[in-house]
């Protein structure tokens, strides 16, 4: 089961952290993604990141901006995001699926269907 936190309402240019906290699932070689969904718009991945080797994808848009990490203690991974803009609004989910070769990072980040766990997603509005 995956739980994310840390959602909620900011101003453009301000930043939130998303906290994604695996229970019953031990995250030693996974791939973990940070998707979103926008009303109207298709889910797409935002950050990835292998939980063996923290390799790590982004989506070009937010590249400079979001830093996906990980805790290995915890077993959460974690979405900082920073001088988010208006586009950012959106349900933002994790999810999680095991990664072997030859799986790919860049193309799982782009493919929400290849991810059988997920979370029950958490809110993140960027208003002023």
């Known amino acids: 089961q995956l739980v994310e936190s840390g959602g909620g309402s900011v101003q453009p240019g301000g930043s939130l952290r998303l906290s994604c906290t695996a229970s019953?699932?031990?995250?030693?070689?996974?791939?973990v993604g940070w998707f979103r969904q926008a009303p109207g718009k298709d889910r797409e991945g935002v950050a990835c990141?292998?939980?063996?080797?923290?390799?790590?994808e982004y989506l070009h848009s937010v590249k400079g901006r979001f830093a996906i990490s990980r805790d290995r203690a915890e077993n959460t991974v974690y979405l900082q995001m920073s001088s988010l803009e208006f586009e950012d609004t959106a349900v933002y989910y994790c999810?999680?699926?095991?990664?072997?070769?030859?799986?790919?990072?860049?193309?799982?980040?782009?493919?929400?269907?290849?991810?059988?766990?997920w979370g029950q997603g958490t809110q993140v509005t960027v208003s002023s």
């Open positions: 999810a999680a699926t095991e990664f072997h070769p030859p799986r790919i990072l860049s193309r799982l980040c782009r493919a929400p269907a290849e991810f059988e766990s």
């Open positions: 019953g699932l031990a995250l030693e070689y996974h791939a």
């Open positions: 990141i292998t939980t063996s080797d923290d390799r790590t």
